[in-house]
T-cell receptor, first 112, second 116 residues
Framework: GENVEQHPSTLSVQEGDSAVIKCTYS??????FPWYKQELGKGPQLIID???NVGEKKDQRIAVTLNKTAKHFSLHITETQPEDSAVYFC???????????WGAGTKLIIKP | GAVVSQHPSRVICKSGTSVKIECRSL??????MFWYRQFPKQSLMLMAT?????????EQGVEKDKFLINHASLTLSTLTVTSAHPEDSSFYIC????????????FGPGTRLLVL
């Protein structure tokens, strides 16, 4: 079945540096790719998403890139801050009425 | 905008009792709501998808008679864990997809269930 692979499982970066998390999906019909941030004991929070008609999207320190040919997409966080520490999940779906296929998550640790 | 609430945030119950969890979309109407279960340090596992006014669609391996889902309105879905047992202890999270939302899911804060 469809799956999404996410790497790395844990990422530790110095405060102020950039962090990159990568995901690869298997379903070529996927056209919607959200990223969620989950803090301990809380529900996931949508931080950015991208659809297959664009290759990159930015929102302040966060950006997502999509390569449909290679079937992978990445989350980029610049100028990392302690509050960026959390677990980040990527997901893929075929759009409305289809379930999200989730990555396994990346624990991001920002070292002060 | 796009706020989803869940109640209760945590619940402790005795084995054999039933527990109801409510999921509400506060500022939008949700055509579809999803119920997930998450174990520690793991990703989210979809349990079921519910559309307002129709029966929920359960994922393989999820017992529909044990996890009763009701989606009576465009802003409320409930999950009832019937005859709960310790192995049902988990973090339950709902999400809602807005009318015309093109697949974007907004998540509730989750409900921590502990069955003794």
């Amino acid at each position: 079945g469809e799956n999404v692979e996410q790497h790395p499982s844990t990422l530790s970066v110095q405060e102020g540096d950039s962090a990159v998390i990568k995901c690869t999906y298997s379903d070529s019909a996927s056209n919607y790719f959200p990223w969620y941030k989950q803090e301990l004991g809380k529900g996931p929070q949508l931080i950015i998403d991208i659809r297959s008609n664009v290759g990159e999207k930015k929102d302040q320190r966060i950006a997502v890139t999509l390569n449909k040919t290679a079937k992978h997409f990445s989350l980029h966080i610049t100028e990392t801050q302690p509050e960026d520490s959390a677990v980040y999940f990527c997901a893929a779906s075929r759009d409305s009425n289809y379930q999200l296929i989730w990555g396994a998550g990346t624990k991001l640790i920002i070292k002060p | 905008g796009a706020v989803v609430s869940q109640h209760p945030s945590r619940v402790i119950c005795k084995s054999g009792t039933s527990v109801k969890i409510e999921c509400r979309s506060l500022d939008f109407q949700a055509t579809t709501m999803f119920w997930y279960r998450q174990f520690p340090k793991q990703s989210l596992m979809l349990m079921a998808t519910s559309n307002e006014g129709s029966k929920a669609t359960y994922e393989q391996g999820v017992e529909k008679d044990k996890f009763l889902i009701n989606h009576a309105s465009l802003t409320l879905s409930t999950l009832t864990v019937t005859s709960a047992h310790p192995e049902d202890s988990s973090f339950y999270i709902c999400s809602a997809e807005s009318l015309g939302g093109a697949g974007t899911q907004y998540f509730g804060p989750g409900t921590r269930l502990l069955v003794l």
